[in-house]
């Protein structure tokens, strides 16, 4: 199993980048952080943007895969988001993973004036979305008009070599979103059960994530795509809790993930209050004894 960890965009840049510095040396496969313009439990807090910070990140570190949490059509637009994405993966020399999620309901909405979608139409964009992203970075000439998108003489540099752009990670727990996974994505990703933060034992919410393992599994059958080729991330600390809470409860977390058929484990950096209150000594921990001295892939 690889390991990822979240570093939440609440710092100046002189304390975060010694997060994501030690997150590289401290072994992690990959490192990530959210995209908001506002974020439900930050309202009244500092928060910077995820391009800038995963800028930033790029020239911080060397090896440790760069990750966005994840990016969405509540207030981004495909071919300006291809522009940033290809900048930052340059910066990063390759390093970079795009995750792609339907955008739920919240700040990111209403802060734009924009009218709520029903979860039909929120599915819908999200197709358009995610294909026309692909479209740019590989294609590069485009010409588009839609319900949701309009791209009209797009002539996109630089273009993905030989169609083989950078990796996206397709957030989604529904049949729709995991055919889009399926068809365009290297990972899969979920946190468990969709807007659920009550932080339960990983044993009550691991049948809801066979259940969804098994449908990611159907979308790459029917699609004709190995079901072992796409990466499968669980992001941890909101339908669960409890994993980082010591290195035992953290190893055991890891091992029954990896049995169910995870891929890569992502945690949150523990923080001194909610969210991810917790020890950052755990995490400190854990890396050393597990993944100190590995390769970063």
């Known amino acids: 199993m690889k390991h990822g960890i979240v570093v939440l965009p609440e710092h100046e840049w002189k304390a975060a980048a010694e997060r994501w ?25 500092r928060w910077y943007g995820s391009i800038p910070t995963l800028s930033a990140a790029a020239t911080a570190t ?27 993966d340059d910066i990063a020399g ?35 979305f995610v294909e026309l ?19 009209n003489g797009v ?32 990972y899969w990703v979920t946190s468990g059960p969709p807007a659920d933060f009550s932080g339960r034992p990983l044993a009550e919410v691991l049948p809801a994530l066979r259940r969804q393992l098994r449908g990611v599994d159907a979308a790459c059958e029917r699609l004709g795509r190995d079901p072992a080729s796409l ?15 010591s290195v035992a409860a953290y190893e055991d977390a890891a091992g029954e993930l990896a049995e169910a058929g995870f891929t890569d484990l992502v945690v949150h950096w523990p923080r001194p209050d909610q969210p991810y209150r917790g ?16 390769s970063c892939e």
Not at 21 to 45: C, I, K, P, S, V
Request: glycine share 12%.
């Open 21 to 45: 510095r030690a997150a590289e040396q401290l072994g992690y496969h990959h490192a990530w952080t959210y995209d908001h313009l506002m974020w439900r439990w930050f309202a009244d807090r």
């Open 62 to 88: 060397g090896s440790i895969g760069l990750g966005v949490l994840v990016a969405t059509p509540n207030f981004r637009h495909p071919v300006a988001l291809a522009k940033d994405l290809v900048t930052v």
């Open 94 to 128: 390759g390093r970079l993973i795009c995750g792609l999620g339907a955008g739920a309901p919240g700040h990111d909405v209403g802060l734009l004036g924009e009218e709520p979608l029903s979860p039909g139409e929120r599915a819908d964009r999200f197709e358009a």
């Open 133 to 151: 992203l692909d479209a740019v970075l590989v294609q590069g000439d485009i010409e588009h008009e839609s319900r949701w998108y309009t791209a």
């Open 155 to 186: 002539t996109f540099h630089p273009r993905a070599e030989d169609g083989r752009r950078l990796p996206f990670a397709v957030a989604a727990t529904g049949p729709r979103g995991m055919a889009l996974a399926a068809g365009f994505a290297q």
């Open 231 to 245: 990466n499968r991330i669980f992001v941890a600390d909101a339908s669960v809790g409890g994993i980082t809470g």
């Open 279 to 294: 020890d950052e000594q755990v995490v400190v921990d854990f890396a050393e004894k597990h993944l100190a001295g590995k």
